[in-house]
């Protein structure tokens, strides 16, 4: 595992990012928990990682900070945002209203096309194993369960809710990596697909938004009734079970 760490970091220095590309890496690291929340964001230890210079860092974290993914700190430089119990519940409250909405205007607008899409999408998710041995969160799961989602609200005919919807799924994936043994239960998660899709193919809105909204709740829960134990182990800088993608190469602070 260390070894492969290690090779990646040198691979990114061997290359310049544009400015877009190191934005888009660091925002990735940050929101897939590679940086997990506290993380002391070191130029010198960046310009190591990413081989970017000091002003082009500079400029990606001021972006970073304005997105409230990474912090300023008073004469300390910056660090990745923290995680709180207020965020989440904030994150979760737009979410379950604008996923809502569109699944509302997926199942008006939708055709045999769209219906299909999310049956595969469904048969990749629920046959894909939701943990790595070491009971982290797999990353090849993510990836299908976004994919059910997106194929859920494909039709809702609002690019910018889409848009939307897909910016907050990415911010509540810190959340769930961190909490992945609480809010991710495999049983209880394939049963609310197969309802969900289920509802969306019989164009049953109101049933489809509830199932929406229960599905957001239940994982939330799960979440916040847990909420100590990776509160802990983050301040320890140790996490249950391994490290996701294994052990950050940028030491975490409190």
């Not at 660091?26 to 190591?48: N, Q, S, W, Y």
């Not at 609200?153 to 990596?177: H, M, T, V």
């Not at 019989?202 to 829960?221: G, I, M, Y």
Request: proline share 4%; net charge neutral.
């Amino acid at each position: 595992m260390g070894d492969t760490l290690e090779a990646r970091k040198r691979t990114r220095a061997k290359r310049r990012f544009t400015a877009s590309e190191l934005f888009d890496q660091l925002r990735a690291d940050i929101l897939t928990c590679r940086l997990p929340p506290g993380t002391r964001l070191m130029f010198k230890d960046l310009r190591e990682r990413y081989g970017a210079g000091v002003s082009q860092l500079r400029e990606t974290l001021m972006r970073l900070a304005a997105e409230r993914l990474a912090i300023v700190e008073n004469n300390r430089g910056f660090c990745v945002a923290p995680v709180s119990r207020e965020e989440l519940v904030d994150i979760i409250r737009v979410r379950t209203e604008l996923e809502m909405l569109a699944i509302r205007g997926a199942i008006q607008h939708g055709d045999l096309r769209w219906e299909a899409n999310i049956l595969a999408c469904l048969h990749e998710v629920t046959n894909f194993p939701v943990f790595h041995e070491n009971g982290t969160l797999h990353e090849g799961w993510t990836e299908r369960n976004r994919d059910f989602h997106n194929a859920l609200y494909a039709a809702c005919g609002s690019p910018i809710l889409l848009d939307l919807c897909a910016d907050l799924r990415e911010r509540y994936g810190r959340y769930r990596r961190l909490w992945a043994q609480y809010g991710n239960t495999p049983a209880a998660t394939s049963t609310d697909h197969e309802r969900l899709a289920r509802a969306a193919i019989a164009r049953d809105a109101d049933q489809a938004a509830e199932l929406v909204r229960l599905h957001f709740t239940r994982v939330t829960a799960a979440i916040l009734d847990n909420w100590s134990a990776v509160e802990k182990a983050l301040r320890a800088d140790t996490w249950p079970g391994d490290a996701p993608n294994g052990t950050p190469e940028i030491s975490a602070v409190s």
